[in-house]
DNA sequence: TCAAAAGTGTTCACCGTACACCCATGG
DNA sequence: CCATGGGTGTACGGTGAACACTTTTGA
């Protein structure tokens, strides 16, 4: 028996009876990576109010399951992954953001590899991928939610190698810088960018190879996990 | 007449009806500087359940009101002050954390100066100020809450001076260092650090001296709102 | 006159950034 | 053989970190 349980019989259910409840709802902003463009999952809304119209994919919490839950519960069914790189980004909460009931917001950011989505429970969801540049007004608060979930992207690449999360298994160096030009908005010097990521010697060049890009063909990387938790455990910062 | 006003009369009020409802709260972790120590205002429960352990400050949000009103007002209810440095911290869902009901609850943290506090407020919330290095076991995940905040607090210190919110207006370079030193739990060279602040060029230097602490007497200083705000919209760095 | 805090400059190591040429290969 | 992308090293300036002595004045 926990001490959650043991302070629930100690103290009766009786001291909250006259607070407001309200609804909580989770809302996801889903990167993924493609064509050298960061993307974005959205979905068209198949009931009111706001039929549709694009919105992230969301969902109500439910009593039994802790927000994290909620976030990859509506991720899954979207996409059919599970261990998605998850994270809370903030709370929203203005009076008359959804205009059919007061429902306060969780936003949630994730990071999935593009390629791996379940095609057919996107369709099924009417769900499209949009280039950060393209993407269409949303309904209530939801743009918002990207723009700060954009920022919070920017912020945490910079500090921790967290865009693998976007890239197939075994990427090519030019493949990675793309990746952090898409997200830094920004082009990099590739001998910059080379030295600087062997330096952080989390990854693992491979025997193998990428010959479709180019004729010389450029060496496969992996992202060395193991080599990483070490890393991030023993203080080690990942400054890009 | 707004969109969100015109939404609701377009969309009748009722697609959500089946959704589970939770209790939502906010607690505050409220931090002050004295005696060259980073405290913490933590209240005494009067009411069940665990009556009489130590906790932060909290409240649950109003039908009426946003998540940064909620915290506000209980901010005040505790200080009796108002436009307080205040920032959304993350929220805590986990299905047990208030054994009484299923409550989640959204951390903020606070900054407030330590003289300015009413103190009959305080004493009448049973509210006490604590060291960082003496604060006591908190009730449910409050002291999860706290090591979060002052995580948060040493990171946003290390890109804003956001640190001015604790001292009084007037304050030599010394307490500055002090406060800094606080905060970051680590000596400070100060010819390095007076050079850097004086660099960020956003104080100003009054012509008063202090002479409370020392014989010689120390220049008093100003944090130079006007400066600070202009150069914080030009995109200027405060890395400290 | 001395104790206690204030104030102030220089040096060095490291890191970020700018920058250009040769290599391998398929077509 | 040439066009295309792959791969690599160096030089410079700026920033963070280490470090010590003089000044003032009340007691």
Redesign the interface.
Known sequence: M?V??N??K??P????DN??????AVDCIIFGFDDDELKLLLIKRN????KGKWSLMGG?????????DAASRVLNNLTGLNDVYLE?L??F?????D??????S?AYFALINIKKNDKKLIRANSAQWFSLSEVPPLIFDHNEMVQKAIKQLRYKTSIQPIGFELLPDKFTMRQLQKLYEAILNQSIDKRNFSKKISQLDILLKLDEKDTISSKKGAYLYKFDEKKYRQKAANGFVFKL
Chains 1, 2 share one sequence.
Do not use: C, W
Request: hydrophobic content about 40%.
């Open positions: 926990t959650m349980e302070l629930a100690i103290f259910k009786n001291n909250y607070q407001d409840k309200v609804l909580l009931f009111q109010p706001e109500f919490l439910g009593m039994n399951e802790t927000l994290n809370q903030s709370v909460s203005d009076l008359e953001r205009p059919v009931e007061r429902t306060v969780v």
